[in-house]
């Protein structure tokens, strides 16, 4: 790589560190809540090496005696995949389309959010920073995938649970951190917020499915008429 790629690609992986924090604390509880439903090591490996989304994942451990009634629920949240994936093209379509292919399991809401964060405003070798940002979280999740899976419940302690049920109030944080001043994206975050409770009474096992896509889809149109205001 030439020397600006690799700059470009050592500030995707000083900015993948934030969220890599969080992604420890995730992917540990993902390994062992599949040694805890008794999952085969590969299974469990699988899940992060070739899904790579903690609720759909969280889903699959969860439910995987479901069988094919699991699949349009996967291909719904998938969805949201093919929507950051469209959302990001535009950033590095002059990059080989093999390259594109080989690395699209990297596109997580964290690594999409800091590629579209600094493509705002920094457009310079984007493919390698999103290399960058994507290939630490994604290896991190896999190694800790491992580990929780090997150490199974025993590495269960009241610190480790604790340190749990702060992850993702830190992860979403950090994320809506970094999408500051954008004031429609900020406010999705904080409608997530504080909407949970009511999406889990009314949507209950399906929280993780409908809210993005209903807080989602209203921010856009909300977005949308206020743009189309201002034009009038």
């Known amino acids: ?16 560190i934030a969220p890599g924090i969080p992604f420890v604390l995730l992917y540990l509880s993902l390994g062992m809540l599949g040694a805890e439903r008794a999952l085969p090591l590969a299974g469990t490996l699988a899940t992060t090496a070739f899904v790579f989304s ?20 996967i291909m719904m949240m998938n969805a949201r995949f093919a929507l950051m994936a469209a959302a990001l093209s535009p950033h590095i379509k002059d990059t080989k389309t093999g390259k594109i292919i080989a690395s699209t ?3 997580a809401p964290s690594v999409f959010t800091g590629c579209i ?11 390698h920073y999103f290399l960058g940002i994507g290939i630490p ?16 419940i025993g590495l269960v302690s009241p610190v480790m649970l ?9 992860q979403i944080t950090a994320l809506m951190a970094r999408h500051w001043p954008h004031y429609f994206d900020v406010g999705s975050y904080w ?12 949507f209950e096992k399906y ?3 409908l809210a993005p896509l209903l807080i989602g889809a209203a921010m856009v149109l909300l977005e949308n008429h206020m743009k189309k205001g201002r034009k009038e």
């Not at 604790?162 to 830190?170: D, K, R, Y």
């Open 1 to 16: 790589m030439k020397t600006q790629e690799i700059r470009a690609f050592k500030e995707g992986l000083r900015d993948s």
């Open 54 to 73: 903690t609720p759909l994942q969280l889903l699959l451990v969860q439910s995987y005696s479901s069988g094919w009634i699991l699949a349009p629920i």
């Open 105 to 107: 399991i990297l596109i």
């Open 117 to 127: 964060t600094r493509f705002k405003h920094d457009t310079r070798h984007r493919f």
């Open 137 to 152: 979280l994604y290896a991190v999740s896999i190694l800790c995938t491992w580990i929780g899976a090997v150490a199974g």
């Open 162 to 170: 604790s340190m749990m049920t702060m992850v993702f109030p830190l």
């Open 191 to 202: 409608l997530g917020f504080l909407l949970a409770p009511v999406f889990m009474h009314v």
């Open 207 to 209: 929280n993780l499915l």
